[in-house]
């Protein structure tokens, strides 16, 4: 007898059907899956058959064949334990047949029968109820991040029992609750109210953050830097749903979200050790798992000791920095992940620390500071759109008395920034003004007769790229979006230009 259950896969984040048919048929007993399974996906022959006869049923002892179709695409992970117990009941008669028609089937079994939570739900669920699936069965675990799925059925379950009986209807399934999203206001650690002194480079912060622009912090130990970059999330913008909805599928593939209540509330904020690898930063493994930069997502990525990292693992950024997504190819597997993210990195001007300090005399050779200062690429400064120098912080600042500007003061004024580019771009499919595609710059950063002049000049004097032009007018839109200004003037370029002078001054010699 043959039976097919519905079930889903996943390739990257991106979901994919899957039908489970299980055939039984007379002949000397065996157990035999096809269709592309990885090692995960034949294991299960023994988790299901000890989860069907300690749920009270028999496990047919017959020729048991199960295809996972199409049998072209890979099959990772537990996630089919539960459509093929379902189907080798179905198969040897013990539900009725086609009960499970109109549903799909996620989970992993434990030997006791019991269903235990699964990665990558999210996108799976969400793939599947755009193609038509509207009955989800899956693991009790994973149910708060699939209930924000607007008109999906949910229906978590915490055993291979509960689901027999629901499918026989001997018992009812008790859908979960639709929740609905809203944005949270965390308590962040550090407040822009407590960096004392460092005006340019709070005002850079806020710029780059308001555009999503990426950010270098340069400057002597002490002057503040990882302060800095560490009350960035302070004032991130509000996350949106559909930005939510996308972050959190990333963190689902990867299994950050169990134990969680549901989808992402705030931007991501990954601060990788210098020491981590090129596969932990943009992704690998056997199967393809994304990595910081995917996480990352609509957040923060902080390279905190800049280039204390490895000279590969920061050539790799290069790539997803100007494309916002980076593909993994392994010899099994291969992913597309998004990796739209804002980077902020900082870096010390010298192996000592002290070149250009006012307090400190530098012990390095300029063939030393040189030498350091160049482990940070020309084409990957190119692409980072604000480069701040920051200085130590007099006593003055740090004995003053007067309060700091709050972060929530801050994000406000981005807040009003992004909603401007938000609805300047609902149309273009992108969210803030660092994803302007090179092609469309001019129509939103339209120049008159000064600040072309101002910027022909620049471009000279400083030797800038192609990409670093188009970077400028991107950082400047910004400006004037902070300002509420619908035009892009010439005190909007000057500031901008301002922040790409490290690309002649700093990497171009002591």
């Not at 999203?181 to 005002?203: C, L, P, Y």
Request: hydrophobic letters at 40%.
């Amino acid at each position: 007898m043959l039976a097919n259950i519905q079930s889903y896969g996943l390739n990257g984040i991106a979901g994919f059907a899957v039908q489970v048919q299980v055939d039984i048929a007379g002949g000397l007993p065996s157990y035999d899956t096809v269709g592309l399974p990885d090692a995960a996906v034949r294991e299960s022959r023994e988790r299901v058959r000890a989860a069907i006869k300690n749920s009270g049923y028999a496990f047919p002892i017959n020729r048991i064949t199960i295809n996972l179709a199409p049998a072209d695409l890979k099959k990772e992970g537990s996630v089919y334990d539960l459509p093929i117990a379902v189907g080798i009941l179905e198969a040897s008669g013990q539900i009725p047949p086609g009960c499970a028609k109109d549903m799909l089937l996620l989970g992993e079994l434990g030997l006791d029968g019991s269903i235990r939570a699964i990665d990558g739900v999210l996108p799976m669920a969400i793939e599947a109820f755009k193609q038509g699936h509207k009955t989800i069965i899956l693991p009790e675990g994973n149910a708060g991040e699939a209930s924000y799925i607007s008109g999906a059925r949910i229906l978590p379950v915490g055993t291979l029992k509960q689901v027999v009986e629901g499918l026989c209807d001997q018992a009812e399934f008790v859908p979960a609750e639709n929740q609905s999203w809203s944005a949270t206001d965390a308590r962040h650690s550090n407040d822009f109210s407590e960096i004392r002194g460092q005006q340019g480079a709070k005002r850079a912060a806020e710029i780059a953050v308001a555009g999503g622009h990426n950010i270098l912090l340069i400057g002597t130990p002490g002057s503040g830097k990882t302060m800095l970059a560490r009350s960035i999330p302070s004032i991130l913008p509000d996350l949106t749903f559909e930005e939510a909805l996308e972050i959190t599928k990333i963190h689902s593939v990867v299994g950050a979200m169990r134990g969680q209540s549901g989808i992402l509330r705030e931007r991501p904020f990954r601060a990788p050790h210098h020491g981590a690898s090129a596969a932990a930063l943009v992704g690998g493994g056997a199967s393809a798992k994304p990595g910081e930069i995917s996480l990352a997502h609509y957040g923060v990525l902080f390279l905190d000791e800049f280039p204390e990292f490895k000279k590969d693992v920061l050539e790799a950024l290069r790539q997803p920095l100007e494309d916002g997504i980076v593909t993994i190819t392994r010899a099994n597997a291969s992913a597309t992940y998004p990796a739209s993210f804002m980077l902020v990195a900082a870096m010390n001007p010298c192996p000592c620390g002290n070149h250009g300090s006012r307090k400190t005399q530098c012990r390095c050779t300029a063939q030393q500071i040189n030498r350091y200062q160049n482990r940070i690429s020309g084409p990957l400064l190119d692409r980072i759109d604000i480069q701040i120098e920051m200085t130590e912080v007099g006593y003055s600042d740090i004995s003053s008395k007067a309060p700091g500007e709050p972060s929530a003061a801050v994000r406000a004024r981005v807040n009003r920034a992004r909603q401007i580019q938000r609805e300047r771009y609902r149309d273009w499919g992108i969210y803030f003004n660092a994803q302007i595609p090179n092609r469309r710059i001019r129509e939103v950063c339209c120049l008159d007769q000064q600040s072309e002049a101002l910027l022909s000049q620049a471009f000279l004097a400083l030797n800038l790229s192609a990409r670093a032009y188009n970077r400028i007018l991107k950082v400047a839109r910004t400006i004037a979006d902070l300002e509420g200004e619908k035009t892009t003037q010439a005190n909007h370029i000057a500031e901008a230009i301002q922040y790409r002078s490290l690309d002649h001054n700093m990497l171009g010699g002591v």
